[in-house]
């Protein structure tokens, strides 16, 4: 099922015709509203009339998180505040928030583009749908919700957190469809079995999962935890929250909303465009927004795109899996390393829960790096042979996918602490220093 067929499967000519217009509107929109771009366009020595076609995109400045925080928190808004009829902000690990606002065209546009999510995943009219991201600043909790209304879907507002409540609710009003961080799904599933309720007790038949990085060795476990299909779903908060790209049926890669978001991929060090299909950094320009639109917005989210049509018959490109962010990849001893590299060994490994936390510090100038894994109580021993043989064998299996040497710290079942939200994957002393 297709939410808007006419958008979602136009011929790629179409498209990009569109899209231009729009690019050009959105470049005169920011030219006259926001000093910023002005003043950095005027740096480039470009105007408005210079943009002609998408193509031209690559004229444009680039946009970056720092850009948002210096313009804290209104100055990057491309509206008079009257018309902005919500703000969201993502909190950020250091220093200021950085601030996001909507106009009444904006939400109707994010909400029309979560319902493409929920439409692709199969869900309907007829579902319920628990609402279990974050409510409040984070646009988890009231983008999902927005999608849903549009949908006509029953929504239960639950936010994050309070996991039995969640689970009594799951089965009482007979929830169809979860919408949660793909580490709480798992968080969730365990605490189902604790509470002793059978799965034929639960309605449940879909997941929409994102807001982190997770992988295709997770989805297996979340599917058999929970028994539903667990489908993808991509945002940020800076360019509309949720709802940028999903996956289709196909799962096959995330279809991008390309008549409202346009992406590019670039090499992160000479950030020129890469060769299409190439890996690199994702960034997007908002090309039908009025609150904020933003031009080439630089995510840091590591993925490349596949423009091929795709089976469901959509013919938005994809985006594939987030592989980490240029900025949360660790260098441990000159070593390049990514948590999800970590995740994709524990999640073959039997023995193992997908739980983990790398510790990373530096002791006497050299970096050490501790990597604490959670063992299945099935598996979790007190002779201590039988230990030192399991640490045995994930160390060597992630010395040889990481390329160094970790101190592997086996912990018992359900020791590592759970998220309500994101999950917490590494802790960096050393940008203490
Ligand atoms: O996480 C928006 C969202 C809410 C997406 C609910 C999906 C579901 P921010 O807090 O601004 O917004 O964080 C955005 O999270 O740049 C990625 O690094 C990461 N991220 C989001 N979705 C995925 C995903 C929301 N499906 C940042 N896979 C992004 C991998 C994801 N990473």
């Known amino acids: 099922m297709i939410w808007n067929e006419t958008m979602e499967s136009m011929p790629l000519e179409e498209l990009r015709k569109i899209q231009s217009i729009r690019l050009r509107k959105t470049v005169e929109r920011v030219y006259k509203n926001t000093p910023f771009y002005r003043r950095k366009m005027q740096e480039m020595g470009i105007e408005p009339a210079d943009i002609n076609s998408i193509e031209d995109i690559v004229k444009l400045p680039f946009t970056t998180k720092q850009d948002l925080r210096d313009n804290y928190p209104f100055d990057l808004f491309a509206s008079p505040m009257t018309e902005i009829v919500r703000l969201h902000a993502s909190s950020g690990t250091t220093g200021r928030p950085t601030v996001v606002g909507y106009s009444q065209k904006d939400l109707n546009i994010w909400s029309e583009s979560v319902a493409r999510c929920i439409t692709a995943y199969g869900g309907t009219k007829e579902d319920i749908y628990q609402v279990s991201y974050g409510y409040g600043l984070f646009t988890g909790g009231l983008g999902l919700h927005g999608g849903v209304e549009r949908v006509g879907g029953t929504v239960i507002p639950m936010s994050s957190g309070n996991t039995n409540k969640q689970i009594m609710l799951m089965k009482d009003f007979g929830s169809s469809v979860i919408a949660c961080t793909p580490s709480y799904a798992l968080f969730l599933g365990e605490a189902i079995k604790d509470m002793k309720v059978s799965r034929e007790e639960l309605k449940l038949r879909i997941g929409i999962f994102g807001a982190e990085p997770w992988t295709e060795n997770m989805r297996k476990q979340i599917e058999e935890l929970l028994g539903i299909k667990a489908y993808d779903i991509y945002g940020l908060s800076e360019i509309i929250g949720p709802g940028v790209s999903y996956e289709c049926e196909c799962q096959h890669g995330a279809h991008i909303n390309e008549d409202h978001f346009f992406p590019e991929i670039l090499d992160p060090e000479t950030l020129k465009p890469v060769a299409p299909g190439e890996q690199g950094e994702l960034a997007f320009t908002t090309i039908t ?120 710290r086996l912990v018992e079942p359900r020791s590592l602490e759970r998220s309500m939200g994101k999950a917490v994957r590494v802790i960096d002393y050393r940008k203490l220093d």
Do not use: W
């Open 289 to 408: 927004k009025e609150g904020m639109p933003l031009l080439r917005y630089r995510t840091k989210d590591l993925c490349s795109l596949i423009y091929e049509k795709c089976d469901c018959g959509r013919t938005f490109a994809r985006m594939t899996r987030i592989k980490g962010r240029s900025d949360d990849m660790l260098i441990i001893r000159g070593v390049n390393i990514f948590p999800s590299q970590v995740e994709s060994v524990i999640l073959e490994m039997e023995e193992f829960e997908p739980h983990y936390l790398l510790v990373v510090n530096r002791i006497n100038n050299l970096d050490t790096l501790e990597i604490q894994v959670e063992t299945k109580p099935e598996f979790f021993s007190d002779e201590i042979n039988k230990m030192i043989a399991l640490k045995k064998k994930i160390s060597g299996k992630l010395q040889s996918v990481l390329g160094i040497a970790a101190d592997v």
